[in-house]
């Protein structure tokens, strides 16, 4: 009986020691959920964390909405998890920002987590917009803009249009008619003016004039209805390679022997995507040489469009509020590490003085052939507009580009498509109507 | 045995049956958990609008019949359900047909065909594959620019886009359950087979059958309940065929919507929105069709032994011995 009292009072002790201790001290494990590693590489080249942290990358792909599922869960446990199994930070793509900002998922980045004004006073502005929720309070930061242009191979330019500079090449580029005209000559030569259906699909959705549901009614823009014609007339026409966007065929166009022209995309698309589809050799360095890496330019395109963006959230019940507020501010704020991030990532970063200097400066980077491609980004970044942002955004572009695939493939009527899309957006979100 | 100890003996004689019940005690208690409760439960939630919306939930709310009104109105089940059918009769005829004859072979006395172990593990492998990885490894083989469809081009038949066109797809599909479940099949089939009494084989080559007369008149009766048992497991895994288009198709059922099953349907509903009750109705509705199927074939199949034993017991009845 002794024995089992003071096994008890020892027990008591360690207890009220650990409690003590926790309280006093964040947790040591930093549990951060995103869906791939583009964050992940950042931070472990800036960023160094404290002695004794364990940073747990939850990593779920996207497709399908997955990602989501598997964070709505953890969010929604949040409240009765171990403090080490608590989500500490998450990120959250431009097609569905909004769904978490205006809930108490996230936390307030200048009253929660302590940074102040002047700390996101030089980012781009609808960085900020999209994470603001209704009470304009900001919930969310992004080390990116994503202002986009068109990637092209300098070879083929050459060979279609015998210039290969960016700024030449933008004058063939410049608008849509344009564009076309040099998707008839590109065939003439055996080159895919695009890679498949979905690759001018951003340069259109991005600029709608309505959000993909109003009150909660699916609504057809005429933006979205002029990519399909726009598809339509290429895939008939032979334009463009058939390939899904992410599908095998898609980056092997992108090789030296691929025969496609170029890509439409933002920064991290030529640096997390398409420098990768280029080699031929991926255990080798990416070099001139190793595939087409490094024959490559960036032009403006027909139209300003942005694509995609990553947003950093802190989560409501962090047990590691100090570490995650110096995580953001560090890689969303510092406008060293910003200009870091550009020079070894290529990232077009969120930071205007940054970016402006750096447009200015001999910055270059290699796989474009040594351009500095940061100007042409400067003056759309100030354009892009994410004010039709809604929560279904996914859904809907990830619907309608497998919809739409059939019609382009000639499987569908266009209006067997529109209900196809319809359908499949009605069964994900239950309260939405068409 | 005198009288006085009897009573005794009576209080030693032990029901050994309490044994049994005891026994049974954590078979029941896992289907209770796992099984009944998951069933009232889903019968249950089908009767109310309860999904999330963004990050809030709607509902529970009763909405009585109206998930049911809706799947039989607004979502094209039939759809579903012909493209589920469809791509499981493509995959179940080879696979009984082949199952068949490889059980006949394997199991022929004249044959005596060596290495039947070896052959057994060999066709019995593709099920112990993933589904999923299975799927991929088609989807990377069959794709536009694959080896397959370079195979095909350099063979001079020209490129076929698979993955395009709904035959394409579903012949993918029902290849893959073909080529995943026919082992498992064939393995069914050659026990039934192998309990058939060797003596009617020898009796009836005595008689002069042929390979051919033999299979048609003692193998295929007597392997009869077997093949419906093979039947309807193969039929209610291919209702619940889910695994395999989902992968080979990311959950989209392309082209058309022509290779999405009732499953991929349902888990459209859970996968985003959590809608519980319209998952519900699904299930139950496909849990009574699941259960019609089952006892229609069951009935179908059994029907000739059940006569048989109608007449035995009407001769037996009008004295003739058998």
């Known amino acids: 009986m002794k024995k089992l009292v003071a096994l008890l009072l020892a027990a008591i002790m360690v207890l009220s020691m650990a409690a003590i201790a926790s309280a006093d001290e964040e947790g040591k494990v930093l549990n951060i959920y995103c869906w791939n590693d583009e964050f992940k590489t950042r931070v472990e080249k800036f960023y160094t964390f404290p002695e004794g942290i364990t940073v747990n990358w939850v990593i779920t792909p996207s497709d399908n909405g997955a990602y989501q599922l598997a964070l709505d869960d953890a969010l929604k446990a949040q409240a009765t998890a171990d403090a080490d199994k608590k989500v500490d930070m998450f990120l959250v793509e431009a097609d569905y920002a909004v769904k978490y900002v205006d809930t108490a998922y996230t936390l307030d980045v200048i009253a929660d987590l302590g940074l102040t004004e002047a700390d996101v006073a030089d980012m781009y502005q609808y960085t900020k917009d999209i994470m603001t929720d209704s009470n304009g309070i900001l919930k969310g930061l992004s080390w990116q803009a994503c202002p986009g242009g068109f990637i092209y191979r300098r070879d083929y330019a050459q060979e279609i249009l015998g210039v290969s500079e960016p700024d030449q090449v933008q004058e063939y580029l410049s608008d849509w008619d344009k564009f076309d005209a040099v998707a008839a000559q590109a065939k003439e030569k055996g080159i895919f003016m695009l890679s498949g259906y979905d690759d001018a699909y951003r340069c259109f959705s991005d600029n709608m004039e309505t959000p993909w549901v109003v009150d909660g009614v699916i609504v057809k823009d005429p933006a979205i209805e002029a990519w399909i014609t726009m598809t339509k007339k290429y895939t008939e026409n032979g334009w463009n390679n058939k390939a899904n966007l992410w599908s095998p065929e898609s980056g092997a166009g992108a090789t030296k022997d691929g025969k496609v022209f170029g890509y439409f995309g933002p920064a991290w698309f030529i640096d997390f995507c398409l420098a990768g589809w280029t080699l031929d050799d991926s255990s080798a360095p990416a070099a001139l040489g190793n595939g087409s890496w490094g024959e490559w330019g960036f032009c403006e395109g027909p139209v300003g469009f942005s694509w995609g963006g990553t947003w950093v959230c802190a989560a409501a019940g962090t047990d590691n509020l100090t570490l995650v507020a110096d995580l953001m501010k560090t890689m969303t704020c510092n406008k060293d590490v910003l200009v870091d991030i550009v020079k070894e990532y290529g990232d077009f970063t969120n930071n205007v003085p940054a970016m402006t200097e750096m447009a200015a400066s001999d910055f270059s980077n290699a796989f474009l052939g040594g351009q500095n491609y940061l100007g042409l980004m400067l003056k759309n970044a100030q354009n892009i507009n994410r004010a039709q942002s809604t929560m279904y955004d996914q859904a809907c572009s990830e619907c309608i580009q497998n919809a739409m695939a059939d019609y382009y493939n000639g499987v569908v009527s266009l209006d067997e498509a529109w209900d196809n899309y319809f359908a499949n957006v009605e069964e994900r979100h239950p309260d939405l109507t068409h | ?322």
């Open chain 2, 1 to 322: 045995m005198s009288a006085v100890s009897q009573p005794a003996l009576k209080r030693k004689s032990i029901s050994y049956s309490k044994w049994g019940y005891i026994f049974l005690i954590p078979f029941f208690t896992a289907f209770i958990i796992f099984t009944l409760i998951p069933l009232a439960n889903t019968f249950y939630n089908s009767f109310f609008e309860n999904y999330a919306k963004g990050l809030e939930d709607v509902g529970p709310n009763y909405i009585g019949f109206q998930n049911y009104v809706k799947i039989f109105t607004k979502e094209s089940l039939d759809k579903y359900l012909l493209n589920t059918l469809i791509m499981w009769i493509l995959g179940f005829v080879p696979q009984i047909v082949v199952s068949l004859l490889l059980a006949v072979w394997f199991t022929d006395l004249n044959l005596k065909i060596k290495g039947q172990g070896f052959f057994k593990t060999v066709i019995y492998m593709p099920n112990l594959i993933m589904a999923s990885s299975f799927a991929m490894l088609f989807f990377v083989l069959f794709s536009d620019a694959g080896p397959i469809n370079s195979l095909l081009e350099t063979l001079g038949i020209g490129k076929y886009r698979f993955l395009t066109y709904a035959p394409g797809t579903r012949g993918l599909v029902a290849l893959m359950n073909f080529m995943m479940w026919f082992g498992n099949t064939t393995i069914l089939l050659m026990s039934g087979v192998m309990g058939i009494d060797t003596a009617l084989y020898e009796a009836s080559q005595i008689d002069g059958a042929n390979g051919w007369q033999t299979f048609w008149r003692i193998t295929i009766p007597l392997l009869r309940p077997i093949m419906a048992y093979t039947l309807i497991t193969s039929m209610i895994g291919g209702l619940q065929m889910f695994d395999v288009p989902q992968i080979l198709t990311k959950g989209s059922g392309t082209p058309n919507r022509m290779s999405m099953t009732v499953i991929m349907k349902l888990n459209n509903y859970l996968g985003t929105s959590y809608n519980y009750g319209m998952g519900g109705a699904l299930s139950v509705i496909m849990f009574v069709i699941t259960a019609i199927l089952s006892l229609l074939v069951f009935r179908a199949l059994t029907r000739e032994s059940r006569e048989n034993a109608k007449q035995r017991k009407a001769l037996a009845k009008g004295g003739v011995r058998l």
